[in-house]
């Protein structure tokens, strides 16, 4: 069963446009919210996180909304440029020390000159 | 901060042989460590947990007879795939958990390792 679930699959956009990645959770004990991006043969980098007690976070270009109430977060990228294009990975853990992550199932993202 | 390491970055090996895959935080200490294995085009797929000294929980489905893990020191943490078969060719990906509080929850990913099983 997918613990966090990842939509759109795959996502196109130009240059400059702001693509939108959604996910969505059940487990309320969840309470960290990472996203990742990763390139082709790389390992996944750590973007941007939040926490239940915020609603929104931005860092850069890259802002995660949070619904605690509908159990969704989304990571919103502004002014996105082709060196964005990746596969994006929301995923979700529960508090405690080192508990594992759940990850969706990725978003490969491409943004056209 | 926050580099983690993985060695090799990639591996060619014959089938029945023995292959290990190295993980090091760099510049921090790592209590926890996990180990992942992502199939083409798919999500990353936890296959075991290891705690610094202790053994490594596994994940349902993954054979800890043929995945040995070991987490020598709070910044090592070692694959062993055994007897390797051309189904176990993948790309495995490593990632550490700071000791800190501020960020107990956060994970550090190394940049992978390509086993290819002919």
């Known amino acids: 069963q997918q613990q966090v679930k990842q939509s759109p699959q795959s996502l196109i956009v130009q240059k400059g446009g702001i693509p939108i990645i959604n996910c969505a959770y059940e487990?309320?004990?969840?309470?960290?919210f990472p996203w990742y991006q990763q390139f082709p043969g790389k390992g996944p980098a750590l973007l941007i996180a939040?926490?239940?007690?915020?609603s929104k976070k931005k860092e850069g270009r890259f802002t995660i909304s949070f619904n605690k109430s509908a159990k969704q977060f989304s990571l919103h990228i502004m002014d996105s440029q082709p060196g964005d294009s990746a596969t994006y990975f929301c995923?979700?853990?529960?508090?405690?020390?080192?508990?594992?992550?759940?990850f969706g199932t990725g978003t490969r993202l491409t943004v056209i000159p | 901060g926050a580099v983690v390491s993985q060695h090799p970055s990639r591996v060619i090996c014959k089938s029945g042989t023995s292959v290990k895959i190295e993980c090091r935080s760099l510049?921090?200490?790592?209590?926890?460590m996990f180990w992942y294995r992502q199939f083409p085009k798919k999500s990353l797929m936890l296959m075991a947990t290891?705690?610094?000294?202790?053994?490594?929980?596994?994940e349902q489905g993954v054979e800890k007879d043929k995945f040995l893990i070991n987490h020598a020191s709070l910044t090592l943490s070692t694959l062993t795939v055994t007897s390797a078969h051309p189904e176990d060719s993948s790309f495995y990906i490593c990632?550490?958990?700071?000791?800190?509080?501020?960020?107990?929850?956060?994970?550090?990913f190394g940049p992978g390792t390509r086993l290819t099983v002919l």
């Open positions: 990632s550490a958990s700071p000791w800190r509080l501020a960020h107990y929850n956060e994970q550090f």
């Open positions: 487990n309320t004990a969840f309470d960290y």
């Open positions: 939040i926490r239940p007690d915020v």
């Open positions: 995923a979700a853990s529960r508090g405690g020390w080192a508990n594992n992550l759940f």
């Open positions: 510049d921090f200490q790592a209590t926890t």
């Open positions: 290891s705690n610094e000294g202790s053994k490594a929980t596994y």
